[in-house]
């Protein structure tokens, strides 16, 4: 089985422009997390997909949004980007997005904000 | 609302030798314990998870974990770590009744030397 595929895997951008994610999960998954991993917070959830719905949410402003397709994939966009927003992008998915299941993670989105 | 404290953020240790990580985790509900491992330029792999049970946990690498709810506490040990052990390691907790929103700590470097 494939794993957890994110594109692109760098990014460079300018303060103020948007940027968009994407990632596509484990064949048969439902559920898709985003997390933003930096040296200085560490990794913070972000948000949670499931059947097209968010589901959970993070402590993120109003810049920070997603969505899920009919096939489970799932973007993420950031718009009037920060410097702050330099970080990885993490992308896992699951099955169904239960408590006690395995989080399978993505190689991650590198961005760079200038 | 949980935290997770990792008190180590660099444990350099000789190869062969016996390791242990310390996690400490807060929550006023019933949490779920993982431990994450994340290698250079790779995203997270899970390494064990406490899930109900015993409250030893081991991993398929030698690893093992033990939930200990009085000290709220979840530290992770090997006997004898080899080179390829070098990586930061996550611990991290949910809440058994919610969905998939990982709280990480802010992680431990491995660091195996000869």
């Known amino acids: 089985k494939a794993g957890v595929t994110q594109t692109p895997r760098y990014l460079i951008k300018t303060r103020g422009q948007q940027v968009t994610l994407s990632c596509s999960p484990i064949s048969g998954h439902r559920s898709v997390s985003w997390y933003q991993q930096t040296p200085g917070q560490g990794l913070q959830f972000l948000f949670e997909y499931f059947s097209e719905t968010q589901r959970n949410k993070g402590n993120f402003p109003g810049r920070f949004s997603g969505r899920q397709f009919s096939n489970s994939r799932s973007e993420m966009n950031v718009s009037t980007l920060e410097l702050g927003d330099s970080a990885l992008y993490l992308c896992?998915?699951?099955?169904?997005?239960?408590?006690?299941?395995?989080?399978?993670f993505g190689p991650g989105t590198r961005l760079l904000v200038l | 609302a949980q935290s997770v404290t990792q008190l180590d953020s660099q444990v350099p240790v000789f190869e062969e030798a016996p390791v242990e990580l310390r996690c400490n985790y807060s929550s006023s509900v019933s949490v779920y314990l993982f431990w994450y491992v994340q290698y250079p330029n790779q995203g997270l792999q899970l390494l064990l998870k406490y899930l109900s049970g015993s409250t030893l946990v081991e991993s398929i690498n030698g690893f093992e974990a033990e939930f200990n709810k009085s000290q709220t506490s979840f530290h992770l040990r090997k006997p004898s770590v080899h080179i390829s052990d070098t990586a930061e390691y996550f611990c991290a907790v949910t809440p058994t009744g919610g969905g998939n929103k990982l709280t990480f700590g802010t992680g431990t470097q491995l660091k195996v030397e000869l």
């Open positions: 896992a998915s699951s099955s169904s997005g239960g408590a006690s299941e395995t989080q399978y």
